[in-house]
């Protein structure tokens, strides 16, 4: 088959012809229809992630139709399904799935990190009877694929963790995929949402998306004008970007009790940024992250979709065919050409 792979951190991907995946006994194996480029493949190519083994290829969002089931696979699924899956490939019986939580999997496994991804024609879902997620006929794959780490991270960021509610002022800081899902999915609550970013282009896609208020991020003092904005602070603030300034404007921009919810990965000299605690003290403050979206909490968003109260196709910003994507992938370090995301067609030449 054909994929982008990358022989070394930093080095140049190529679409090179590759072996096609093993089918597990309790896996299946996804025709890849199509698959997000996400800020967290980057990462991953820089070096950022101790899981990556190179030669590798990236790819973690993906949406497609199944073309081999393993023999073990429980359930009623066939050749042919429509299907998506978790960017968390959980095991469902550790501790923490019977808990409920699979998105934090004591023993799970990342396509794109742990193993090889989607950037391909084809690629392994692990435990399918546990991480497969049936597609409704009346999405279309690209949608589909926008859904799998930045579109589900978001919704269970805002609504399970943030637990925001119809009234409350959402701020989010940063909007590139991640960000702009957080505020479409806020403003489907009937929350007040302020988007904060540097990029003209990124806040009128936030205003789109349904931002009442925009704020300069390059300002002085971001924290002070997104109060100033809410009346005092807001309920809560999701950091969807992921540095020391984002975290810390983030958490200064609470209102006393407010939640913040950490989804923008906080690598290298960025991992541990010195968050005001003395606020987190003096205000109640509640701090939180988010990892994904376990495949049992999919229908209700899902749901939502199809009932057109949230629409992730209009945060697609362009798609692009696999020779596409190696260029794309490395050019995620600067600031994005189009606003919103990138989805690739492996079959599109």
């Known amino acids: 088959m054909r994929a982008v792979v990358y022989q070394a951190f930093q080095a140049p991907p190529a679409v090179v012809e590759v072996p096609e995946p093993a089918l597990a006994a309790d896996g299946a194996i996804v025709r890849v229809e199509a698959t997000g480029l996400c800020r967290s493949d980057w990462h991953g190519w820089r070096g950022h992630d101790a899981d990556i083994v190179p030669p590798h290829i990236p790819g973690h969002e993906f949406a497609g139709t199944i073309a081999a089931l393993g023999a073990d696979v429980a359930g ?11 960017f968390v490939a959980a095991c469902g019986v550790c501790p923490t799935c019977l808990a409920g939580d699979h998105q934090i999997c004591d023993a799970q496994e990342q396509p794109g990190f742990t193993y090889h991804g989607s950037f391909a024609e084809l690629v392994a879902v692990p435990r399918a009877a546990v991480n497969l997620v049936r597609l409704p006929d009346a999405l279309d794959f690209v949608t589909g694929a926008s859904l799998g780490c930045r579109f589900a991270t978001a919704y269970r960021a805002v609504t399970m963790q943030g637990r925001i509610r119809a009234g409350e002022w959402l701020a989010v800081f940063g909007c590139g995929g991640v960000g702009l899902s ?11 949402v302020v988007a904060v970013d540097v990029s003209a282009a990124a806040l009128a896609a936030a205003r789109d998306a349904g931002a009442e208020v925009t704020v300069d991020a390059a300002i002085a003092d971001v924290a002070a004008a997104v109060r ?5 602070g807001a309920h809560v603030t999701v950091d969807a970007l992921g540095s020391h300034a984002t975290a810390i404007a983030a958490v200064s921009s609470l209102r006393k009790r407010g939640r913040h919810v950490q989804v923008g990965l906080l690598v290298g000299d960025d991992a541990r940024p010195p968050l005001p605690m003395e606020l987190v003290i003096a205000r109640e403050l509640e701090i939180r992250g988010s990892h994904g979206l376990s495949a049992r909490d ?9 009932e057109g109260r949230l629409r992730p196709d209009r945060l697609v910003g362009r798609t692009i065919g696999l020779d596409d994507a190696p260029a794309a992938l490395m050019a995620m370090g600067g600031p994005a050409a189009t606003p919103g995301m990138t989805v690739i067609r492996p079959n599109d030449r």
Not at 76 to 83: A, F, L, N, S, T
């Open 76 to 86: 009623d699924w066939r050749i042919g399904d429509r299907v998506t899956a978790p």
């Open 228 to 232: 100033d904005a809410t009346g005092g």
């Open 182 to 192: 957080a505020v479409m999915i806020g403003a489907s609550t009937g929350a007040h």
């Open 298 to 306: 999919y229908p209700a968003m899902l749901d939502a979709i199809i």
